[in-house]
């Protein structure tokens, strides 16, 4: 079991008993891709695919973590009174900028720790496995130390590490959904004014199945800061003639009467993607309410078209397991889901198909790309949390 392997692995490797287990999720995004930094809508949930971490105190300064998915990179030490980005240090810079930012926020720690991690999140795969391991530090530190930090705090930390001590210009989405996150619920977040929604996630006799290119990627060396910088580019060309603080102000209508605004057609498509997918959301959302699951699949379809066209960030990859779901039996919708370049898609597929679904979908994938696929089925999951 993965939880009993990281306990044994932690005795094994610092010589003592682990304390205390921790989970962290990772996240599906059902609809609404690239417009958290827009100021538009998201409409994201946590999986119950994760990151555990066997935990125990230390006396003196140093942490020193180890993780079970990436032996390679062996044990990493630290000391909570250097806590800098060190790319050699890998994965392990999440959790130590969310240490170094906690700090930042004016808490001290008192001592340090030990830490084994174990997950069944895939890693770089687009399921915010980089959000996850810094939510489930904040979740450790936060509950070891007792400071009583808010939950939406540590989510607000979470971004601050991402864009300041790792270097991704990302959103709110990944750090919101996995600290936020609720069983069997997808969370409505209005970025613009962080005002946010549980909608039950009530599929009837479909499942969400998550569809893995295993084609890894890093954000961090991804178009993702492009994107967003293209984005900010035409928002700017926008202002000189309409009153709007962010693109997720307009309207479809608003967008196309002002699009000669822009005057370029990369940036236009860049800046029509997050428009319509903003609005797209809300759409999505009301018809997940209203039960129209057929409404929903034509917009989560729809959600890709754009942004493999207006906002390429699909890849072959992305399209070939999104395209051939379209075309299995009893697939109500398919989308890259994440930043794209490469991670995951979802399809909402009807229960009993679901084997003959990931075989058509896995052969077609192979033959197409090289090399297999992976497949999960979502459940829908709670935020952080210790493992008692
Ligand atoms: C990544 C970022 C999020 C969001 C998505 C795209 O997951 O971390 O903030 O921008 O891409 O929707």
Redesign the pocket.
């Known amino acids: 079991m993965i939880t009993e392997d990281a306990k044994q692995k932690f005795n094994e490797l610092f010589g003592y008993e682990s304390q205390r287990l921790f989970f962290s999720p990772g996240r599906i995004?059902l609809i609404?891709?690239?417009?958290?930094?827009n100021g538009g809508n998201?409409f994201p949930c946590a999986i119950s695919l994760g990151i555990y971490a066997a935990y125990g105190d230390r006396d003196d300064n140093t942490v020193r973590m180890y993780s079970m998915n990436l032996p390679d990179q062996g044990t990493v030490e630290f000391s909570l009174d250097d806590l800098h980005f060190d790319k050699a240090d890998g994965w392990s810079n999440y959790p130590k900028g969310m240490i170094a930012e906690i700090i930042n926020q004016g808490h001290k720690l008192s001592h340090g720790f030990d830490v084994v991690v174990n997950g069944n999140l895939p890693d770089g795969a687009?399921l915010?496995s980089?959000?996850s391991i810094e939510l489930l530090t904040a979740e450790i530190v936060n509950d070891v130390f007792s400071f009583g930090i808010d939950q939406q705090e540590l989510v607000n930390y979470g971004?601050l590490v991402?864009n300041n001590f790792i270097g991704?210009n990302?959103?709110?989405?990944?750090q919101f959904a996995i600290g936020m996150g609720k069983k069997d619920k997808a969370i409505l977040l209005d970025t613009n004014s962080m005002k946010f929604e549980y909608v039950p996630v009530e599929l009837g006799n479909h499942v969400i199945v998550i569809m893995n290119t295993k084609k890894h990627r890093e954000?961090a060396d991804s178009k993702?800061n492009e994107r967003?910088a293209e984005c900010e580019e035409a928002l700017k060309r926008l202002q000189t003639g309409v009153k709007i603080d962010s693109l997720g102000d307009l309207s479809e209508a608003e967008f196309d009467e002002n699009s000669y605004l822009i005057n370029d057609e990369t940036l236009i498509k860049r800046a029509r993607h997050a428009v319509f997918e903003n609005q797209r959301t809300l759409l999505a959302k009301a018809a997940l309410i209203d039960s129209d699951l057929e409404t929903f699949g034509k917009l989560v379809n729809a959600s890709h078209v754009s942004l493999h066209y207006d906002y390429d960030v699909t890849g072959k990859e992305l399209d070939t397991l999104a395209e051939t779901a379209w075309e299995q039996p009893g697939v109500v919708g398919a989308r890259m889901t994440?930043?794209?370049f490469g991670g995951c898609a979802i399809a909402i597929v009807e229960k009993d198909k679901v084997d003959d679904f990931i075989k058509n979908v896995g052969d077609t994938y192979e033959k197409t790309i090289g090399h297999p696929g992976e497949f999960y089925i979502a459940e829908i999951s709670d935020g952080p949390r210790e493992i008692k």
Do not use: F, P, W
Request: proline fraction near 0%.
């Open positions: 995004n609404g891709e690239h417009t958290d930094y998201v687009g915010s980089s959000a971004k991402e991704v990302s959103g709110i989405m990944d954000l993702y967003r994440g930043a794209g």
